[in-house]
């Protein structure tokens, strides 16, 4: 069955540090994969999206993600954090057929001063 | 300028009090999800509509239901709240079912509150 696993449930990192989020797949094809915030309260934004192609991709506010296959993986860096990115961030995936979303479990990001 | 326009963004039921939470979009998109989200979890789709083509999650517990009137509008029914459906339900808009290639918009979300 397809699944999302975001292995790191909390992460804290210095403003101005650079930040990585693991996110790791599990589907037999290639998946469409996607990187969403949500700040509290609030509904989903999406940050970028992989479907095919170069397996970097840029997407808002400075957030790049990385696809590989060989590790099933799609994490999102960004170079330099800033306060207002302390949010929660989930991946997921969709199915080729129905494009129901698969989220991971998210993680909660807070950025320290 | 909105989107995804989802009220009310704070609603408080009671107990097996029949509730409805709407959903309107901007965007002329023909699909229309809902998801719960409970606390510190991830969002959970509940069903979707295709234009007017209803479609339920094998798992989504008949106490809730959907009406799409049209193209703009999409409402989520709660029959009988209990305690456990108190979460954020989300409401999300697609272009298509083109595959997955199609980006699902979000909106604010409603913060359900059962008493």
């Known amino acids: 069955a397809q699944s999302v696993t975001q292995p790191d449930i909390h992460i804290t990192v210095s403003e101005g540090a650079s930040l990585e989020l693991r996110c790791n797949y599990s589907?037999?094809?290639?998946?469409?994969l996607f990187w969403y915030v949500q700040s509290p309260g609030q509904g989903l934004q999406l940050l970028l999206k992989y479907f095919s192609g170069d397996t970097l991709v840029q997407g808002i506010k400075g957030f790049e993600a990385e696809f590989k296959r060989s590790q099933s993986s799609f994490n999102l860096r960004k170079p330099s954090v800033h306060w207002s990115d302390a949010a929660e961030y989930f991946c997921?995936?969709?199915?080729?057929?129905?494009?129901?979303?698969?989220f991971g479990q998210g993680t909660t990001l807070q950025v320290k001063p | 300028d909105a989107m995804v326009i989802q009220n009310p963004r704070y609603q408080v039921t009671q107990f097996g009090k029949p509730v409805t939470l709407s959903c309107s979009q901007t965007l002329n998109h023909n699909v229309m999800y809902w998801y719960q989200q409970k606390s510190s979890q991830a969002p959970k789709l509940l069903f979707h509509y295709y234009d007017k083509d209803f479609n339920n999650e094998a798992d989504t517990p008949d106490n809730f239901q959907s009406r799409r009137p049209n193209t703009s509008f999409c409402f989520l029914d709660i029959r009988s709240p209990g305690l456990g459906d108190a979460a954020m339900y989300l409401c999300a808009t697609s272009r298509d079912l083109a595959g997955a290639k199609d980006t699902q918009y979000f909106g604010p979300g409603t913060r359900l509150t059962v008493l």
């Open positions: 997921a995936s969709a199915s080729g057929n129905t494009g129901k979303l698969i």
């Open positions: 589907y037999g094809a290639t998946p469409y």
